[in-house]
């Protein structure tokens, strides 16, 4: 199965921009339908937004106008640029193929913090 690796978190202050990218394994990458999603400590996984194999998009209310979700299917990667990042946005971040219930990768800390 598609093996995922997130990576670009990091502490950064209110306000500020990451962009987390997330790389597949393969191939098949370009016909999947993407998922960000977040877990902030003490909550549940939450989904951020997906991403459609021709970049067709949908935001969780939360991250609307502030998160955008783009992929390179040539890089077989999925992107998550964050902007106007606000205290709640902390938690740990995983994509994942959209309806997948396992193959969860390591996902990549993002802290917004002062």
């Known amino acids: 199965q598609v093996q995922l690796v997130e990576s670009g978190g990091g502490l950064v202050q209110p306000g500020g921009s990451l962009r987390l990218s997330c790389a597949a394994s393969?191939?098949?990458?370009?016909?999947?339908?993407m998922g960000w999603y977040r877990q902030a400590p003490g909550k549940q996984r939450e989904l951020v937004g997906t991403i459609g194999r021709y970049g067709s998009t949908n935001y969780a209310d939360s991250v609307k106008g502030r998160f955008t979700i783009s992929r390179d299917n040539a890089e077989k990667t999925t992107y998550l640029q964050m902007n106007s990042l606000k205290s709640e946005d902390t938690a740990v971040y995983y994509c994942?193929?959209?309806?997948?219930?396992?193959?969860w990768g390591q996902g990549t800390q993002v802290t917004v913090s002062s």
């Open positions: 994942n193929v959209w309806g997948r219930s396992d193959g």
């Open positions: 393969q191939s098949i990458f370009s016909i999947l339908t």
